[in-house]
């Protein structure tokens, strides 16, 4: 029970206003003691619930308004950012309801002295790195820790145990078996702790060394996954009488049915909100849901649920969506319609600039709770440090970045502030009127928010398990690795939402204080491309882990071969990135340790590293047994091949799953590129040179050691890849059999030309249709043996008849089985398919006394014709739906890899393509702007197979979008583009515009170098090119 506090108010009398001298009073009241509210007349004592529970009571004025309340809780608790936080009682209805500021307590509360207020959060943003105070964190755990036990925070018995845990850790510190039995029997974490009480023990025994400040951090990042986050339910139903749970979020209106969101309604598709008596309308905007069917609603028990829930949502669209608070109405003179209800705090980002630019001092606070109570709220540290064994808070501000933030601007010790979307169009929040409310002006907007989709933490392994790695791997792994603060929210392609950025005028200011030396950016690149490859590693090491653990689908062997060659690596670059980050955050000059010039290098540690990681080398060989190793056993074993497509079918797994395991191989390639490149820009005199040029040395015998496997498990992963996407053909996967090109041909049958793709191997020529069902597969409907295969160019029109059939870029293919007719789309892509097919059958003339790989002559072929027949092929109605059942039967398949981005634009790639594209993997954050739109976003963009994957930050587990490149041509914005920043480039394929927006010149021509190997179709290679052609790599 907290202080009674009293004060002394001092009453003004006739003689006092008149400027009358007083005498001096001689209090009677002993030491410590307070005027009572009876002996004032006028006292309001009002008791107040904190989260931790503490009850504290407060002496307001009769006449006091919510406000006055809200303010003397907020100084007494000295909370900064206060403007995330209300005050809540219980109505008649024993219904928990928001003190409104601007109304007089004793209008909204029947007994005020009767009555309980309790401090609650009420704005849960999405992303815990919003908030800049530690101790504004340490509440919203608390609140956490009050919704696990009422029940709120619905999740799994796995992921309620892992937050209970960190509670425990924060609250008792390192794991003390007796102890932590006493306090869990003494306090209550979960509705059903009794059942689960072993395995927070068991979490809780993997947090050691764990600062209380780095649990709360960890509880809100795995709290802010799930999908009952910050949710208040409020009790409805809809036209049809189901009943269903209305809740509003920072992205907009959700519908729950059960405790199962089945609905979400983004404020940029709201128009307006009101209510008629019982009746809670939303009018969404017409291209949402037609023009029809543009209303929704819902039946509410009482007009007094409805208007509660109506302010609601004003009060949180204008938080997270709006620059300023609105105005107030003007009252009317005679009649007035509506509400004059209105939001009356800061919004978010008047909150974060306000204490940004404040400086509040932040003083210490007490943990009342914890056994380390007091803590320092330092400012240079005030994003606790993740469970993973690097420290994300050296490279990541302290809070999200602002729309008026430039790259340079983003540093620890001055937080930048975070922009919410900006008001799209406007939306009417009203009471039975039509009248717009007031709002502030319309600004260019993205529609939308991320979604808050959950994670589950994976199982734990034994700890006798012989794949149990060491704590700190564990710990990292299920405790979810926490994401640094964001940068930014959510922005992707889809509709789900994204929340635009401007550029700050003081840009060029900011930007000084970073270094501008080619060779940072160069050491930033090794940064940002080890933060994708170490999260690329934990697909394998902690999510498919968990995956084929927790089925028991893989055989123990097998699993013993897989991660012990892939954990030690795994473990390694952690240390590496680790110690890259540290130095990165002493060359930008953000440590107290920094002297100029003394960290400005790099070549130091990837010397050190690189002489570390030969001796895993021995792992690295050893990808080839376990890659084939792990095909067999999909192919034997029945459940493995279940999760293994299960597995690859979660967001997590954003590209192929054997991808992942080629990853270490290729990423000594990366290393050697990059070194080259600081080798090429420093000059032999300098400092750094030696350094560079050692671990340059290194890690080029090391690659030149493993090319010929990486060669051959490229091959093989492509080989496997297709194999799953063909429907028709039973082992593709023969020894010799190499990949050359994929693409699409329009080939000759009897309907006309019909689109075809097509798959060139050393020995073979298959040609596919799509499948007409969801499966996105294909299907083979011929095989040519590469063996006394003839290609020959059309260049004349051939006459048939009295008629001239004039298709361009033909050529016809004739073979033993066959002849046939194709077209390309264009004379470049019939260049590199004529050129591919030649070589490839000279080298299978050459080797067909060394193989027997051919086919047997007819067998990719239902009929006999001869050779120089035209095929002229008709698909029957029965072929059509045997394909089509045939289809069904199978699983659903990702549909952004190369073959169906081939398909759907029209070209094709070869083998040295895919080789290109893996050299030129890259990552880093960018502005992202569309073609009309004015607001910039910040996402974190990583390059690979083909594609740009788009991610909230570099620490989010999967990308919320894809945007595959073939076909994109790339260049630099014109005149008409209204672009006027630098380093911006413009990505279009027909009508579809983006523009990004990059940190330096050195990262400009980076990105512009690798997507130009990607995109643009003339500057990809063919894979049988002479070996003393020039290279088209640009490095």
């Known amino acids: 029970m907290g202080e009674i506090e009293g004060s002394y108010r001092a009453l003004p009398t006739p003689g006092t206003r008149l400027g ?22 006028k006292g309001l004592p009002l008791r107040v619930q904190g989260l931790d529970d503490v009850q504290e009571f407060y002496d307001m004025e009769t006449k006091a308004d919510g406000q006055a309340l809200l303010n003397e809780v907020y100084r007494r608790l000295n909370l900064i950012e206060s403007d995330y936080f209300g005050l809540e009682f219980q109505n008649v209805h024993m219904n928990w309801t928001w003190l409104e500021p601007l109304k007089l307590i004793v209008k909204q509360v029947r007994r005020p002295k009767n009555t309980l207020f309790r401090l609650s959060v009420k704005f849960f943003p999405p992303d815990p790195g919003q908030l800049q105070e530690e101790f504004t964190r340490y509440l919203f755990a608390l609140q956490m ?8 925070l619905h999740c799994s018995e796995n992921t309620a145990a892992l ?152 009060e949180h669209h204008t938080f997270f969506r709006l620059f300023d608070q609105p105005k107030p109405k003007s009252k009317a003179i005679l009649f007035s319609r509506g509400s004059s209800f209105r939001y009356s705090g800061r919004t978010q980002k008047q909150l974060v600039e306000y204490v940004r630019d404040s400086g509040a001092k932040r003083t210490p606070y007490q943990r009342r709770n914890s056994k380390s109570r007091i803590s320092s709220r330092s400012v240079a540290s005030d994003v606790p440090k993740q469970s993973l064994s690097f420290n994300e808070s050296l490279r990541v501000p302290a809070t999200p970045s602002s729309a008026t933030v430039s790259f340079h601007s983003l540093r620890t010790g001055s937080p930048a502030p975070h922009t919410p979307p900006l008001a799209g169009p406007p939306i009417s929040l009203k009471e039975e009127t039509s009248q717009a409310a007031t709002s502030s002006p319309p600004r260019p907007a993205f529609p939308g928010a991320p979604p808050d989709s959950p994670q589950a933490s994976p199982p734990s392994l034994a700890p006798e398990s012989p794949l149990c790695l060491s704590p700190s791997f564990q710990m990292s792994t299920l405790s979810l690795p926490g994401q640094a603060p964001s940068p930014l929210q959510s922005p992707i392609l889809s509709e789900v939402g994204s929340i635009p950025l401007e550029e700050e005028d003081d840009e060029g200011v900011r930007r000084k204080r970073y270094p501008t030396d080619k060779a940072y950016f160069i050491a930033k690149e090794i940064l940002t491309t080890e933060r994708t490859y170490l999260k690329d590693l934990e697909v394998i090491t902690v999510w498919f882990r968990s995956a084929v653990i927790k089925e028991g689908a893989m055989p123990e062997g097998l699993m013993t071969l897989l991660f012990s060659n892939i954990d030690p690596i795994y473990e390694f670059h952690r240390g590496f990135l680790k110690e890259v980050d540290q130095r990165l955050a002493l060359w930008e000059g953000r440590s107290n340790a920094h002297v100029k010039g003394d960290y400005q290098h790099i070549g130091d540690v990837m010397l050190k590293n690189m002489c570390a990681l ?37 967001k997590v797994c954003y590209l192929p799953l054997n991808t992942f395991l080629l990853k270490p191989i290729q990423r000594l ?40 496997s990486l060669i051959r498990l490229e091959n093989f992963q492509k080989l496997t890849e297709l194999q799953r996407d063909l429907i028709g053909m039973d082992s593709l996967i023969t020894p010799g059999r190499e990949f050359i090109r994929e693409g699409c041909l329009f080939k000759l049958t009897k309907k006309g030309l019909q689109q075809r793709m097509f798959f060139l ?61 194709v077209a390309a789309s264009s004379k470049v892509e019939m260049g590199k398919w004529i050129e591919d097919l030649n070589q490839a059958i000279d080298l299978a003339k050459m080797s067909q006394e060394k193989s027997g790989l051919f086919l047997e002559s007819g067998q990719g072929d239902r009929s006999n014709r001869s050779s120089d027949e035209v095929s002229l092929e008709q698909e029957s109605e029965d072929e059509t739906h045997s394909s089509r059942s045939s289809l069904d039967r199978q699983t659903h398949h990702r549909a952004n890899t190369t073959m169906h981005v081939c398909w759907h634009r029209n070209t094709s790639v070869s083998m040295s393509d895919h080789s290109l594209s893996v050299e030129n993997q890259l990552s880093g954050y960018l502005l992202r702007k569309f073609k009309n739109s004015n607001g910039w976003q910040k996402l974190w963009v990583v390059f690979t197979n083909f594609c740009l994957f788009f991610y909230k930050t570099h620490q989010d587990d999967f990308p919320l979008a894809s945007l595959p490149l073939l076909g994109y041509t790339v260049s630099t914005p014109g005149e008409f583009d209204g672009i006027h920043k630098e380093y911006v480039f413009k990505l279009q394929f027909k009508s579809h515009v983006y523009y990004f927006r990059a940190e330096s010149e050195y990262t400009f021509s980076r990105w512009m170098e690798v997507i130009k190997s990607a995109a643009s179709a003339p500057g990809r290679m063919s894979l049988l090119v002479p070996k003393d052609a020039p290279e088209i790599n640009g490095n």
């Not at 001096?24 to 003691?33: H, M, N, V």
């Not at 820790?145 to 709120?152: A, H, P, S």
């Not at 209510?275 to 969404?284: A, D, E, I, M, T």
Request: proline share 2%; with cysteine; net charge neutral.
């Open 669 to 708: 390639m990366h290393y050697k590129l990059i070194l080259e490149r600081l080798c090429k820009h420093y000059t032999p005199e300098h400092r750094d040179y030696e350094d560079c040029k050692g671990a340059l040395k290194e890690v080029t015998g090391m690659a030149a050691q493993l090319q010929s």
């Open 614 to 650: 030969k001796e895993f080398t021995s792992y690295l060989q050893k990808h080839d047994e376990v890659l084939t190793e792990l095909e067999k056993a999909t192919k034997r074993l029945k459940n493995l091949e279940t999760v293994y497509k299960e597995f690859e079918l979660q």
């Open 761 to 821: 191997f050393s020995d073979m020529l298959l040609y596919t249709s799509k499948g007409v069902t969801a499966t996105n597969q294909f299907k083979v409907h011929g095989q040519l043996a590469l063996h006394g295969m003839i290609i020959i160019l059309l260049d004349v029109p051939v006459e048939e008849s009295e008629n001239e059939w004039n298709v361009p870029h033909c050529f016809t293919i004739y073979s033993v089985q066959r002849t046939i007719v």
């Open 145 to 152: 820790k009050r919704d696990l036990i009422e029940g709120r």
């Open 163 to 314: 937050l209970a845990s960190h509670l425990l850790q924060s609250e008792m510190g390192d794991y003390d078996d007796l102890a932590d039995r006493d306090f869990l029997k003494l306090n209550k974490l979960l509705p059903s702790q009794d059942v689960l009480q072993e395995k927070i023990m068991e979490f809780h025994r993997r947090h050691l060394g764990q600062t209380p400040a780095d649990s709360d951090f960890q509880v809100l990042e795995i709290a802010r996954k799930l999908e009952m986050y910050g949710v208040r339910f409020h009790p409805a139903a809809d036209r049809e009488g189901t009943k269903i749970n209305l809740a509003v979020a920072h992205m907009g209106l959700q519908v729950f049915q059960g405790n199962t969101k089945i609905n979400t309604f983004n404020w940029s598709k709201i128009r307006k909100l009101s209510f008629k008596r019982k009746r809670f309308l939303v009018k969404l905007h017409p291209e949402v849901h037609g023009p029809h069917e543009d209303t929704l609603e819902f039946l509410m028990a009482s007009r007094d649920q409805c208007k509660v829930f109506w302010k609601n949502c004003v």
């Open 20 to 41: 009358t001298q007083t005498n001096a009073g001689i209090s009677t009241l002993e030491q410590g003691q307070s005027l009572s509210s009876k002996s004032q007349g």
